[in-house]
C-alpha cells in the first residue's frame, strides 16, 4: 500500500528542538510548520492541564506543559521543573517523550486520533537500541493510532539531505557535538563519537572575555551594578544574541576572507552652481566656500571615523536586559548600544581548544559547567580524526570526501572553513595511513540551493529536510518495505519495526 503525499507527517526529534510538518509538496519540500522546544514543563504546585475524566488523558500526562502552554507558564512566571527526555541522547522518561510527540500530532498539527490515516516518519538520535525502536513502534500505534510508521536516525537523513550517501556528520548542539560516520547508508557505530562541548560552551567562554572589556561592564553596570551572577547571565544573553545575529566570523588565519570597505562618496556639492550673481556674490561666495569646507572637513572626519571602525572590526548592538531597578527590590528593562571588537570572533575557538575552558570560573550561575574543567576533551578536528581512523583504510577516502557541518552555530561566518582548515593536517600528513590509501583531500558538503525553502537555514534543518526526501519515497512505495502499516503492527507487533531498521 501507498499513501498520499499530502497525509505524511514528519517529525524529527532533537536532544533540544522537535520540528514536524504534515504534507510534502509535488516539487518543493516544504520547511517545518512546527517548532518547539523538546522539553516539558511541572508546575511546582502540581496545578494539572486540562485535569480530570473529560480530558481523555492519563492523570501524569495531563499535568506536563508542552510547546506554546510552557512558554506561556514561563512567562507568567509560574515555578516549574524543566524536563528534558532527549537530552541524553535517550529517552530518560517514556511519559515525556509521548507528551511532547502527543502535542505535535494532534496540538500543533492539529490531526485527530480517530482518523487512521496519516503515516510517520520519525526521525531520532543515533544508537538507540532496539527496544526503544520497539517501545516507540507501540506507543505511535497503541497511543497515536497512525497509519504507517518508519524511524530513521537523525545523521543520516543530515547527510541525505546534502545529497551523499557516505560522509561524517558534525553536528554541533546546545552542550554536546555528535559525530558519526556513515559508509554506503550505513553508520559505522563504532566511529559514533559524543564530544562533551557545543554552542553553550562557546557563550560562556565569550562572556569570560567580555568581562575585560571595561566599556562594555561599564554600560551594564549603569545606572546600578549588576550583581555577579545576574552580569555573568546577561552577558551570556549577549553574547547568544550576537552570533545569532550573524555577526561573528571565524578570523582571518582560518580561511576568513574579510569583506570590502565600500568605496568612499565624498558627496561634492556644486556651491557655484547656486550662488546669486550681484554685489553680495563675494560675501556669499566666500560664506558659501567656508560650510562647503566645512562639510568637505565633517565628511572627512565621519569617513576616517568609519575606515577606523572597519579596521578595528567594530560593531553596534542594540542589547536589552532585565537589571536592578534605581529602587532598592525593583526591576527594570534597560536598552543599551553596546560597541564590540574583534574578541568577538574567538567565540568559536573552544571548539577546537577545549583547554581554553580552564580559564572560566565556576559562579552560581554556571555551576554545572564544571564537568568542563581539568577533563581530558578532544576538539571537534581530533574526533573528527579519531572516528574516522576506526573505518577500514580502503573506505577511509569516502568519509573525508563527505563532511558535513550541521547545528545551530551554523550562523556563524566561515566556521566550515574553519574546521576544513583545523582538518588538512590529517589528510595530508598522516603517519598511520599507508600511502596508497591515503585520503588526498577533503570535501565539505552544503544543502543544494535547489531546495528553495532551506536557503537560509539548510544546514540547520538537515535532519527534517532529509525526512521530507526519505518520506517521499518511502511512503509512495506500494511494497511498503521501508516502513510499518497497521496490517503489519496487527500480525507481528512491536518487533515489526525489526524488520526496516538498519
Same mark, same amino acid.
Request: charged share 25%.
Given at each position: 500500500?501507498?499513501?498520499?503525499?499530502?497525509?505524511?507527517?514528519?517529525?524529527?526529534?532533537?536532544?533540544?528542538?522537535?520540528?514536524?510538518?504534515?504534507?510534502?509538496?509535488?516539487?518543493?519540500?516544504?520547511?517545518?510548520?512546527?517548532?518547539?522546544?523538546?522539553?516539558?514543563?511541572?508546575?511546582?504546585?502540581?496545578?494539572?492541564?486540562? *485535569?480530570?475524566?473529560?480530558?481523555?488523558?492519563?492523570?501524569? =500526562?495531563?499535568?506536563?506543559?508542552?510547546?506554546?502552554?510552557?512558554?506561556?507558564?514561563?512567562?507568567?512566571?509560574?515555578?516549574?521543573?524543566?524536563?528534558?527526555?532527549?537530552?541524553?541522547?535517550?529517552?530518560?522518561?517514556?511519559?515525556?517523550?509521548?507528551?511532547?510527540?502527543?502535542?505535535?500530532?494532534?496540538?500543533?498539527?492539529?490531526?485527530?486520533?480517530?482518523?487512521?490515516?496519516?503515516?510517520?516518519?520519525? +526521525?531520532?538520535?543515533?544508537?538507540?537500541?532496539?527496544?526503544?525502536?520497539?517501545?516507540?513502534?507501540?506507543?505511535?500505534?497503541?497511543?497515536?493510532?497512525?497509519?504507517?510508521?518508519?524511524?530513521?536516525?537523525?545523521?543520516?537523513?543530515?547527510?541525505?539531505?546534502?545529497?551523499?550517501?557516505?560522509?561524517?556528520?558534525?553536528?554541533?548542539?546546545?552542550?554536546?557535538?555528535?559525530? #558519526?560516520?556513515? $559508509?554506503?547508508?550505513? $553508520?559505522?557505530?563504532?566511529?559514533?563519537? #559524543?564530544?562533551?562541548?557545543?554552542?553553550?560552551?562557546?557563550?560562556?567562554?565569550?562572556?569570560?572575555?567580555?568581562?575585560?572589556?571595561?566599556?562594555?561592564?561599564?554600560?551594564?553596570?549603569?545606572?546600578?551594578? =549588576?550583581?555577579?551572577?545576574?552580569?555573568?547571565?546577561?552577558?551570556?544573553?549577549?553574547?547568544?544574541?550576537?552570533?545569532?545575529?550573524?555577526?561573528?566570523?571565524?578570523?582571518? +588565519?582560518?580561511?576568513?576572507?574579510?569583506?570590502?570597505?565600500?568605496?568612499?562618496?565624498?558627496?561634492?556639492?556644486?556651491?557655484?552652481?547656486?550662488? %546669486?550673481?550681484?554685489?553680495?556674490?563675494?560675501?556669499?561666495? *566666500?560664506?558659501?566656500?567656508?560650510?562647503?569646507?566645512?562639510?568637505?572637513?565633517?565628511?572627512?572626519?565621519?569617513?576616517? *571615523?568609519?575606515?577606523?571602525?572597519?579596521?578595528?572590526?567594530?560593531?553596534?548592538?542594540?542589547? /536589552?536586559?532585565?537589571?536592578?531597578?534605581?529602587?532598592?527590590?525593583?526591576?527594570?528593562?534597560? !536598552? %543599551?548600544?553596546?560597541?564590540?571588537?574583534?574578541?568577538?570572533?574567538?567565540?568559536?575557538?573552544?571548539?577546537?581548544?577545549?583547554?581554553?575552558?580552564?580559564?572560566?570560573?565556576? #559562579?552560581?550561575?554556571?555551576?554545572?559547567?564544571?564537568?568542563?574543567?581539568?577533563?581530558?576533551?578532544?576538539?571537534?578536528?581530533?574526533?573528527?580524526?579519531?572516528? /574516522?581512523? #576506526?573505518?577500514?583504510?580502503?573506505?577511509?577516502?569516502?568519509?573525508?570526501?563527505?563532511?558535513?557541518?550541521?547545528?545551530?552555530?551554523?550562523?556563524? !561566518?566561515?566556521?566550515?572553513?574553519?574546521?576544513?582548515?583545523?582538518?588538512?593536517?590529517?589528510?595530508?600528513?598522516?603517519?598511520?595511513?599507508?600511502?596508497?590509501?591515503?585520503?588526498?583531500?577533503?570535501?565539505?558538503?552544503?544543502?543544494?540551493?535547489?531546495?528553495?525553502?532551506?536557503?537560509?537555514?539548510?544546514?540547520?534543518?538537515?535532519?527534517?529536510?532529509?525526512?521530507?526526501?526519505?518520506?517521499?519515497?518511502?511512503?509512495?512505495?506500494?511494497?511498503?518495505?521501508?516502513?510499518?502499516?497497521?496490517?503489519?503492527?496487527?500480525?507481528?507487533?512491536?518487533?515489526?519495526?525489526?524488520?526496516?531498521?538498519?
Amino acid at each position: 500500500m501507498s499513501f498520499r503525499e499530502s497525509s505524511v507527517v514528519v517529525i524529527e526529534s532533537g536532544r533540544y528542538t522537535v520540528r514536524a510538518g504534515r504534507g510534502l509538496g509535488d516539487f518543493l519540500v516544504p520547511a517545518p510548520s512546527v517548532e518547539i522546544r523538546a522539553c516539558v514543563g511541572l508546575r511546582k504546585n502540581g496545578m494539572q492541564v486540562d *485535569a480530570g475524566p473529560s480530558s481523555g488523558l492519563p492523570l501524569k =500526562l495531563s499535568r506536563y506543559l508542552v510547546g506554546a502552554a510552557l512558554d506561556d507558564a514561563e512567562q507568567a512566571g509560574e515555578e516549574l521543573d524543566i524536563f528534558w527526555p532527549f537530552k541524553a541522547g535517550g529517552i530518560q522518561d517514556w511519559a515525556q517523550a509521548e507528551a511532547i510527540w502527543r502535542y505535535i500530532l494532534f496540538t500543533a498539527l492539529q490531526l485527530r486520533r480517530s482518523q487512521n490515516e496519516f503515516p510517520v516518519i520519525l +526521525s531520532i538520535l543515533p544508537n538507540m537500541s532496539r527496544g526503544t525502536h520497539e517501545m516507540i513502534t507501540q506507543l505511535f500505534f497503541e497511543r497515536f493510532n497512525v497509519a504507517a510508521l518508519s524511524i530513521f536516525e537523525r545523521p543520516l537523513l543530515q547527510l541525505y539531505a546534502a545529497n551523499n550517501l557516505s560522509g561524517i556528520v558534525v553536528d554541533i548542539g546546545r552542550d554536546v557535538t555528535d559525530i #558519526t560516520p556513515i $559508509i554506503d547508508c550505513e $553508520i559505522h557505530r563504532s566511529g559514533v563519537r #559524543t564530544v562533551a562541548i557545543g554552542v553553550e560552551d562557546c557563550e560562556l567562554y565569550l562572556a569570560h572575555l567580555l568581562k575585560s572589556n571595561t566599556s562594555v561592564i561599564t554600560q551594564l553596570n549603569t545606572p546600578v551594578q =549588576l550583581s555577579p551572577e545576574l552580569l555573568n547571565k546577561t552577558l551570556v544573553k549577549l553574547v547568544r544574541q550576537v552570533w545569532r545575529d550573524g555577526l561573528i566570523h571565524v578570523p582571518f +588565519s582560518e580561511g576568513f576572507t574579510p569583506a570590502q570597505a565600500p568605496p568612499e562618496d565624498d558627496g561634492g556639492m556644486n556651491i557655484a552652481a547656486v550662488l %546669486v550673481a550681484g554685489k553680495e556674490k563675494a560675501v556669499i561666495e *566666500a560664506a558659501g566656500q567656508r560650510k562647503k569646507t566645512a562639510a568637505q572637513e565633517k565628511r572627512a572626519a565621519a569617513s576616517a *571615523a568609519e575606515k577606523e571602525r572597519v579596521a578595528l572590526d567594530l560593531v553596534d548592538v542594540e542589547f /536589552t536586559f532585565s537589571a536592578q531597578g534605581t529602587l532598592a527590590g525593583t526591576t527594570e528593562e534597560r !536598552k %543599551v548600544t553596546i560597541t564590540l571588537g574583534r574578541e568577538r570572533h574567538q567565540f568559536c575557538e573552544p571548539l577546537f581548544d577545549p583547554a581554553l575552558l580552564s580559564r572560566i570560573t565556576p #559562579t552560581p550561575a554556571n555551576k554545572a559547567y564544571g564537568k568542563q574543567l581539568g577533563g581530558n576533551i578532544m576538539g571537534l578536528q581530533e574526533a573528527v580524526r579519531a572516528a /574516522t581512523a #576506526t573505518v577500514d583504510s580502503t573506505q577511509r577516502f569516502l568519509v573525508w570526501d563527505g563532511i558535513f557541518l550541521t547545528g545551530d552555530m551554523l550562523s556563524v !561566518k566561515n566556521l566550515e572553513a574553519a574546521l576544513h582548515y583545523r582538518l588538512s593536517p590529517y589528510v595530508i600528513r598522516d603517519p598511520e595511513t599507508a600511502l596508497h590509501v591515503q585520503p588526498t583531500a577533503i570535501r565539505m558538503l552544503k544543502i543544494p540551493d535547489y531546495f528553495a525553502e532551506y536557503r537560509e537555514r539548510g544546514d540547520v534543518l538537515a535532519a527534517f529536510l532529509g525526512a521530507c526526501i526519505v518520506a517521499k519515497l518511502t511512503f509512495t512505495d506500494s511494497s511498503g518495505k521501508n516502513f510499518v502499516s497497521k496490517a503489519d503492527y496487527a500480525e507481528k507487533g512491536p518487533t515489526a519495526i525489526r524488520e526496516i531498521i538498519l
